[in-house]
């Protein structure tokens, strides 16, 4: 694996050696990585290695049963973290603010949200193996749309456990 954030020396070298990409996410929106996650994938697909292009964006995530729960709960944790983090590695940021953030690099919210946001990302980026299988059999839609709020919230870490395990892991 080769984490890069926004250089495009790190995404050359990623491309040309046919490895995995993995993004920060440190207070930068997803949005940003955009154009060289681009990059990467060009130069993978060009150096034969289309079939392993891997990118990892690891997010902030915090879910409860409700959007207003899940901000009342974790609000104040999340912003003693970002106090911390952002004394370390403030570059860039767009915002400290914790509304702009959740709109961002970090997802709070309801079950529902939480998948729509992921799902956002993912397609954003091209990270389609997170929830492809389930958007193609319909088994994400009847997650959203059914009252199991534990099933669902399973569903979404262990996806995102497995994700991070396949791309980040040796």
Known sequence: NIGGGLSTVSADLAGDLGLPFVLPS???????????????????IANGFGDKVSVTFPCYLHVAPTSQEARRRWQPYFENYVQFASMVRS??????????????PAVCGSPAEAVERLA???????????FQIDREDGSLDLMVAGQDMLSLVLTVFAKALSHWLMTVLP
């Open 26 to 44: 440190l207070f930068r929106f997803p949005d940003e990585y955009r154009a060289i996650v681009d990059r990467y994938r060009e130069r993978m």
């Open 91 to 104: 570059a860039g940021a767009r915002s400290f603010e914790f509304d702009t953030l959740i709109e961002g």
């Open 120 to 130: 956002g990302m993912a397609e954003l980026l091209g990270l389609d193996r997170l």
